[in-house]
């Protein structure tokens, strides 16, 4: 069966800090694999996705930036957070294996002081 | 454009009532997907069901249940004999493949069902 699993579960940043989320799926190849940020009270928003190792689409600018080193490894990252960057971040892959759609993380909490 | 409508941003309801959450969905699409996750506090996302566009018979699924209408371009969930633990917010979502790729989701509708 296929798993994903996302860490660190929570995380307090200071601001202008680096940010390294990873995420990864097993039990399945070559997943589309996404992130997904949602701020307080909000609904989610697409942050980016990827089809494939190293390709890799921005839905949003922002201070963010993600890799997919390996095929069922997706990595969110930022140089410096921001305050407005704090949320919750949630990764979450699809794909042949996936017969109902979207399969999420626990997520990850992120607050920038 | 693809476009989810949840109308409702937050329900309350007193412990064994009925509920239902609004969907409402656009597309130009003539096959797509239709999808409810449920986002309780812990914050994961709970897939409950997935409904093609070919299919508009309703589903039961214990006290939940789904009534797709394509004439109205809805797909509303009703929780019967609410309980606490349905305490979430859930979210509508909508998509043209089947597993999900490009999906688009509603606001989300805040349920606080109490005791």
């Known amino acids: 069966s296929q798993t994903i699993h996302q860490w660190p579960a929570t995380l307090v940043q200071p601001v202008g800090s680096p940010l390294s989320l990873e995420c990864t799926v097993e039990?399945?190849?070559?997943?589309?694999l996404y992130w997904y940020r949602q701020a307080a009270g909000r609904g989610l928003q697409l942050l980016f996705y990827s089809i494939g190792i190293d390709q890799i689409s921005s839905e949003v600018p922002q201070n963010l930036s993600a890799s997919r080193p390996q095929d069922r490894q997706f990595i969110l990252s930022s140089k410096k957070l921001l305050l407005s960057d704090s949320g919750f971040y949630l990764c979450a892959w699809s794909g042949v294996d996936s017969n109902y759609g979207y399969t999420f993380g626990s997520g990850t909490r992120l607050t920038v002081v | 454009a693809q476009k989810v409508t949840q109308a409702q941003t937050e329900i309350s309801v007193v412990e064994k009532e009925d509920v239902t959450l609004d969907c409402v969905y656009e597309t130009r699409d003539t096959t797509y997907y239709l999808f409810w996750y449920k986002q309780p506090p812990s914050g994961e996302l709970v897939f409950l069901i997935r409904?093609?566009?070919?299919?508009?018979q309703n589903e039961i699924s214990g006290r939940y249940s789904w009534n797709f209408q394509k004439s109205t371009s809805s797909f509303n969930f009703t929780i019967t004999a609410s309980q606490v633990v349905d305490s979430a917010v859930y979210f509508c979502a909508l998509s043209e493949k089947p597993y999900g790729q490009n999906f688009v989701f509603g606001p989300g509708t805040r349920l606080s069902v109490l005791p």
């Open positions: 409904r093609n566009s070919f299919d508009e």
């Open positions: 039990g399945t190849s070559n997943p589309n």
